[in-house]
C-alpha cells in the first residue's frame, strides 16, 4: 500500500491556465515536503509545511497543510511551461525518514 | 557551497558484474538517504544512513545491495551481481538530521545494465 497517494498521477494544461494538485494520506506526518523534478535532474525542494493548516506561497505556488496533518495541497496561478516536472510530495513521520508520494506529472502547454 | 554530489551521472554495467554509486552530502550533513526510481515513476526509498551506521533499510532488496557511509569519505550504494531490472535512476539526499529536516537531492546516477 502507498503511504502518500498523489492526484492526479498526470495533468496537460493550457499555458495561463489554474491548477490544483493533491498529497494525500491516512497518516499524520510531522512535516510534509513538496519538490519538483525535470528530466534527467533530481528533485529540487520548493517548501516544507509543518503546522497543520500552514500555507506558503512561493510566487504562484500556494502551498497548504492540511489541518490534521494528514494531506496537503499545490495551487499553481497562471501556469507557465517552465511549471512542467514531476510534483512530489514527501512526508515525515518524526522518525527522519522521508516517504515519497506517486508524483503528478504536470506539463503545461504554451 | 557545494550540493549533493553524486558519481558517476551514468554507469552502465553487464549483467553480472557489480554497482558501486557514490554520494558525496552536502557540507555538514550527516544524514544520507538513498531512493530509487524507475522511469516515469516516483521514488522509492532504499536505506538511511548515519555515519558509521544504517538506520533503516526497509527498502533495500534483501540479497545483492548493500550501503554504507563511512566516517571519512562519500556513502557507497554497492549492487553486486546486477541484473537487467536493477537499471534505473538512483538519487541520494542528504539532510542535517532532526524532525522536520530538509533534504536536498544530488542529480543521480543512471545504471543501465546490459
Known amino acids: 500500500t502507498q503511504l502518500l497517494e ?20 491516512s497518516s499524520v506526518f510531522s512535516s510534509l515536503q513538496w519538490y519538483r523534478q525535470e528530466p534527467g535532474e533530481g528533485p529540487v525542494l520548493l517548501v516544507t509545511v509543518v503546522t497543520g493548516g500552514e500555507v506558503k506561497k512561493l510566487k504562484r505556488l500556494t502551498f497548504q497543510f492540511g489541518d490534521a496533518r494528514k494531506d496537503s495541497s499545490l495551487h499553481i496561478t497562471a501556469a507557465q511551461p517552465g511549471d512542467t516536472g514531476l510534483y512530489l510530495c514527501a512526508g515525515e513521520r518524526g522518525n527522519e525518514k522521508l516517504t515519497f508520494g506517486t508524483g503528478t506529472r504536470l506539463t503545461i502547454i504554451p | 557551497n557545494a550540493g549533493v554530489m553524486q558519481n558517476p551521472r551514468h554507469l552502465v554495467r553487464r549483467r553480472g558484474q ?8 552536502m557540507k555538514g550533513h550527516s544524514h544520507v ?4 526510481q524507475l522511469p516515469e515513476e516516483g521514488l522509492k526509498f ?8 544504517i538506520i533503516d533499510e526497509s527498502g533495500m532488496p534483501k540479497e545483492r545491495f548493500s550501503a554504507e557511509f563511512p566516517k571519512e569519505g562519500p556513502s557507497i550504494l ?4 546486477v541484473v537487467r531490472g536493477d537499471s534505473a535512476a538512483y538519487f541520494c539526499a542528504s539532510s542535517q538530521g532532526g524532525q522536520n529536516t530538509e533534504a536536498f537531492f544530488g542529480q543521480g546516477t543512471r545504471l543501465t545494465v546490459v
Do not use: D, H
Open chain 1, 6 to 25: 498523489q492526484s492526479p498521477q498526470f495533468l496537460s494544461i493550457q499555458e495561463g491556465e489554474n491548477l490544483t494538485v493533491y498529497c494525500n494520506s
Open chain 2, 18 to 25: 557489480e554497482a558501486r554509486l557514490r554520494c558525496s552530502p
Open chain 2, 33 to 36: 538517504y538513498w531512493y530509487r
Open chain 2, 46 to 53: 532504499m536505506v538511511y544512513l548515519q555515519k558509521e551506521n
Open chain 2, 78 to 81: 554497492r549492487i553486486q551481481q
